[in-house]
């Protein structure tokens, strides 16, 4: 999975949105002070963070899994615009191939004066 944010000011701003700045002590006790290392959280084991109140625990699987979301999204966007350059960089190839054929076919290769192929005689 790619990062998410490095920031501290996003991580609290995320953590504010879903209702969840008072929760940044335990948080950050156990060592998560970004959404990179959110996102690696299991939501079954939001509990053991030393997080209580049911709505906290909710809020916080709600977040954990948005942001897995948001990120496989940001994977597949990835995946489908290197599949796009891979596509385009092909099509490139073979309309070059197919001009330099047709190039040869317009420049009289293999015709005689006339512009008639040579007939062998």
């Known amino acids: 999975l790619q990062p998410v944010s490095m920031s501290a000011n996003d991580f609290l701003d995320t953590l504010r949105t879903f209702d969840l700045e008072h ?3 335990c948080l950050f006790g156990s060592g998560i002070t ?9 939501p079954s084991r939001v509990h053991t963070l030393g997080i209580s109140g049911r709505d906290d625990i909710e809020n916080l699987k709600a977040l954990i899994n948005e942001l897995r979301a948001g990120m496989q999204m940001d994977e597949d966007d990835h995946f489908d615009q290197q599949q796009a350059a891979r596509s385009t960089s092909h099509q490139r190839k073979r309309t070059e191939f197919v001009n330099f054929a047709d ?4 420049s009289g290769i293999g015709r005689g004066r006339d512009g008639n192929h040579d007939g062998g005689g």
Do not use: A, F, G, N
């Not at 970004?34 to 299991?42: C, F, N, P, S």
């Open 23 to 25: 929760q940044y002590p």
């Open 34 to 42: 970004t959404l990179d290392r959110l996102v690696q959280i299991d």
């Open 103 to 106: 190039s040869d076919e317009d």
